[in-house]
Structures are given as structure tokens and as C-alpha cells.
């Protein structure tokens, strides 16, 4: 679908303070590993992962998110009671009710009349946020409106950490596990407006989403675990993602390896960029890659890596970018911008 009265206006992010190695991961399940034989340096050799970043244990996920929503509102140079919209998209939640948005709307003290819920969309959840914030100005029904997302997975990486350490672990529960200890938490706001009241410039022209929800069992989480089918998730999340670019291709203007300056990608791991890379026909340097330092960040990989491409230079002005994620579900979104 084209949109064509939607602009990004600010984008936020905040990391972690505590910084862990892979390797202090496998230190903390070093005897499991030799008993089933798995080398060390496993995380990072499957992975390409040396590290990722956590908060202070009882973060919350609305309280991660105010941090960078408060930055995007200071970097838009807004007055916060002109968003018309608030969507919280992180994977994790504050309770079960009410909405972890809810929390975050407090916060800010936002007008009454500020629309805000939850979206869940797994690792998608923003891309997601984005394209119900952008409904909502291209109908009229808004003005400003906000994304945000804050996850911290310390507790599901240390419950991970606590299940791998016991003495009865097999193979196939190392194998059931192994993706959580690839999660990294962070924190993202994004602020949207119509196009005619923004000095960012920074256009959003479209975008496509396809499902595959025939692959529902591939990642199942909790909030102290999660079981993921990696080499799954690899064959279908790519095979999702080539039918979405196809698609892409036939509605999106411009919407070619030659025609995009730079990819913000969802980032699982080195393996899963590769593939991506390949079966898409991307030119791997034009993909902005951080999973190497923030690890698997769910929801928020895609804006981060977007911003972190706009400071490093990666993205300039008036460059024509493409935002790829996929979430599990499957679900698989594609969005075009115009920086």
C-alpha cells in the first residue's frame, strides 16, 4: 500500500548500561556444554554475536520505552499533548493488563484524547506500530502519533542461563534454548506526523506484508522462555520475506537492490543476514548491521538500525531506504522510505 502524507520525524533509541559477552554466557553453562560436547565459542561462531546489553534487573518494558520516548519528543521539538496516537509494540509487557501503552502514556502526562494500546507483532511489532500510526494520518484522524517499544530480556536470558545449568539437559533442549541466549534489550521511540507539518523531511512511502502462519510453532516464547526452531525459522522467514519482496516489487516504486541506498534490517544473527543477502539479492554492504555488539533485539531492531545508519553516515538525505522485518508468526512487513 502507498502512503503519501506521512513522514518520520524523530527517532529515538536508548541501550542498555550492562554490557555481556557470549563468551561470560558459556562460562555460566560451561559444564553443560562439555557434557554434550559442544565447543566453546558456539554463541558466537552460529551467531556472529560477541555481545549484547541489558538493563538493571526489574526494568520495565514501559519504563525502557519512556526513556526513548521523551528523547524522540525532545529531538522532534513537539509539545507531547499534540501526539493523537501512542502505540506501544514491545514484545514484552509491564502486566498482562492493562496495555504496557498505558504506562508509558502516564508517564508522558499525554492528552486524554491520545489514542493508546499495544501492539503484539512479535520482532515485527514496530514496523507494525509504524503502519497503524500511518493509517491513522493518511485518513485524517491524526496529526502526530508515536511508536515506542522498550524490552528487557535479562530475566528470560537468565532463566535461559538457569534451565541450561541443569544436570539433566539434553541435546535437544540445548538446541530448544539456544536463541535466547542471542537476545540483547534496548529501547526505541519514533515520532510520525503528516507530511505537511514536518521539518524532518523524512518521508514514508509505502509498504507490503505478507503471512505464513502455517509456521505458527517455530518460536513460541513466555516471559521466562522461549523455544525457537532456528534452522525453521531461517527457511521459512527467508522463503516469507522473497514472496514479500516480490510483492514489493510490483507496488512500491523504486523497490529494487539498485534503486535503495541501505536496508534496516530485523537482525537474528549473522546466518539469518546472510541468507537474506543471498535469496533476496541484496548487496550485503548496504545492509546496516549492529547484531554483533546489541544482539538480537526483537522489535526494535529495525528503527535502531535505522538510526545508527543515520549517525554513522550510512544514511543521507533524500537516500531511499528499505525497512525489512519479520517476526515470528510468521509474518514478514516491508516498508520504503525516502530519508
Not at 252 to 273: N, T
Request: aromatic content about 6%.
Amino acid at each position: 500500500m502507498l502512503l503519501h502524507d506521512v513522514a518520520i520525524e524523530a527517532i529515538a533509541y536508548e541501550l542498555p548500561p550492562h554490557c555481556v559477552t557470549s563468551a561470560e554466557l558459556e562460562d555460566r553453562i560451561a559444564p553443560t556444554m562439555e557434557r554434550l560436547g559442544v565447543p566453546r565459542g558456539r554463541i558466537e561462531e552460529l551467531t556472529g554475536i560477541r555481545e549484547r546489553r541489558h538493563w538493571d534487573a526489574g526494568v520495565t518494558p514501559s519504563a525502557a520505552g519512556t526513556r526513548a520516548a521523551r528523547a524522540a519528543i525532545e529531538q522532534a521539538g513537539i509539545d507531547p499533548r499534540e501526539l493523537g496516537c501512542l502505540i506501544n509494540a514491545s514484545i514484552g509487557r509491564d502486566y498482562i493488563e492493562p496495555a504496557t501503552s498505558c504506562f508509558v502514556h502516564g508517564a508522558l502526562k499525554l492528552a486524554p484524547t491520545c489514542i493508546n494500546y499495544d501492539v503484539s507483532n512479535a520482532c515485527l511489532g514496530f514496523i507494525t506500530g509504524i503502519i497503524n500510526i500511518g493509517l491513522m494520518i493518511e485518513v485524517g484522524l491524526i496529526r502526530y502519533g508515536m511508536v515506542v517499544s522498550g524490552d528487557n530480556f535479562r530475566e528470560g536470558v537468565e532463566a535461559t542461563v538457569k534451565c541450561l545449568s541443569g544436570p539433566d539437559v539434553d541435546m535437544q533442549t540445548f538446541r530448544d534454548n539456544f536463541a535466547s541466549l542471542t537476545l540483547g534489550s534496548s529501547a526505541v521511540a519514533a515520532i510520525l506526523c503528516h507530511k505537511d507539518l514536518s521539518r524532518s523531511g523524512h518521508r514514508v512511502n509505502g509498504f507490503v506484508t505478507m503471512a505464513a502462519t502455517e509456521h505458527n510453532q517455530l518460536c513460541v516464547a513466555q516471559s521466562h522462555y522461549m523455544r525457537a526452531d532456528p534452522s525453521g525459522l531461517l527457511t521459512h522467514g527467508v522463503a516469507l520475506a522473497k514472496a514479500a519482496w516480490d510483492k514489493a516489487e510490483t507496488e512500491l516504486p523504486g523497490w529494487s537492490d539498485s534503486e535503495i541506498a541501505q536496508y534496516a534490517p530485523h537482525q537474528v544473527g549473522s546466518r539469518h543476514c546472510a541468507a537474506f543477502a543471498q535469496v533476496l539479492s541484496l548487496t550485503p554492504s548496504k545492509m546496516f548491521l549492529n547484531f554483533m555488539t546489541l544482539g538480537n533485539i526483537g522489535s526494535a531492531a529495525v528503527t535502531v538500525s535505522l538510526a545508527q545508519a543515520v549517525e554513522t553516515g550510512n544514511v543521507k538525505r533524500g537516500d531511499h531506504v528499505g525497512l525489512i522485518g519479520v517476526g515470528s508468526g510468521l509474518n514478514c512487513s516491508l516498508m520504503s522510505i525516502n530519508w
